[in-house]
């Protein structure tokens, strides 16, 4: 079956670092590929998405880009902020009923 | 702001008790979704719904049963509740967003504690 492996964290990071969450699945066929996020306290958002290879998703300065060659979608950005603290969800859709298959999440933590 | 509601937010239950979540949207959705969320495991499905009494089982679904009666309600049923479902449970529905087709929004959770 589907499947959505991501890097265990935590990671820390100093405020303005560069931050590489990586990404990598298995799925038959052509799956959307998304990033969510998961504030303290709070339900998941999404961050970005992409649906087909070499696509390049981005929002609030993440991107991410559909690698369907090395199956990847993995996470950067260029300066993080103490705001981005947060888990980070990679996830999968590959079926009609939209359902998402994830992975395990990875916690940040950005320090001042 | 996909207008979901999950009730209650916490729940603190007894083993072998049965209990019920409620999602609540406001916004006609077709399909919506249940999902627990474990520490090291992300979200798995539980159950999910593409329509009024049109269910079906996901990854984890033994232990749950769910019932869709309106469009929008969708309620999951522990039926004799375990400590192995201590957990996270997230409603999401599906709408075409700012995104694209496929994207899935979540409610805020609800915290359930089974003793």
């Known amino acids: 079956g589907d499947s959505v492996t991501q890097m265990e964290g935590p990671v820390t990071l100093s405020e303005e670092a560069f931050l590489t969450i990586n990404c990598t699945y298995t799925a038959t066929g052509y799956p959307s590929l998304f990033w969510y996020v998961q504030y303290p306290g709070e339900g998941l958002q999404l961050l970005l998405k992409a649906t087909k290879a070499d696509d390049k998703g981005s929002n609030k300065g993440f991107e991410a880009t559909y690698r369907k060659e090395t199956t990847s979608f993995h996470l950067e950005k260029g300066s993080v902020q103490v705001s981005d603290s947060a888990v980070y969800f990679c996830?999968?859709?590959?079926?009609?009923?939209?359902?998402?298959?994830f992975g395990g999440g990875t916690r940040l933590m950005v320090k001042p | 702001d996909a207008g979901i509601t999950q009730s209650p937010r916490h729940k603190v239950t007894e083993t072998g008790t049965p209990v019920t979540l409620r999602c609540h949207q406001t916004e006609n959705h077709r399909y919506m979704y249940w999902y627990r969320q474990d520490p090291g495991h992300g979200l798995r499905l539980i159950h999910y719904s593409y329509g009024v009494k049109d269910t079906d089982k996901g990854e984890v679904s033994d232990g749950y049963s769910v019932s869709r009666s309106k469009t929008e309600d969708f309620l999951l049923t522990l039926e004799s509740a375990t400590s192995s479902q201590t957990s996270v449970y997230f409603c999401?529905?599906?709408?075409?967003?700012?995104?694209?087709?496929?994207?899935?929004?979540f409610g805020p959770g609800t915290r359930l504690t089974v003793l």
């Open positions: 999401a529905i599906s709408e075409v967003g700012d995104f694209g087709t496929d994207t899935q929004y």
């Open positions: 996830a999968l859709s590959n079926n009609a009923g939209n359902m998402l298959t």
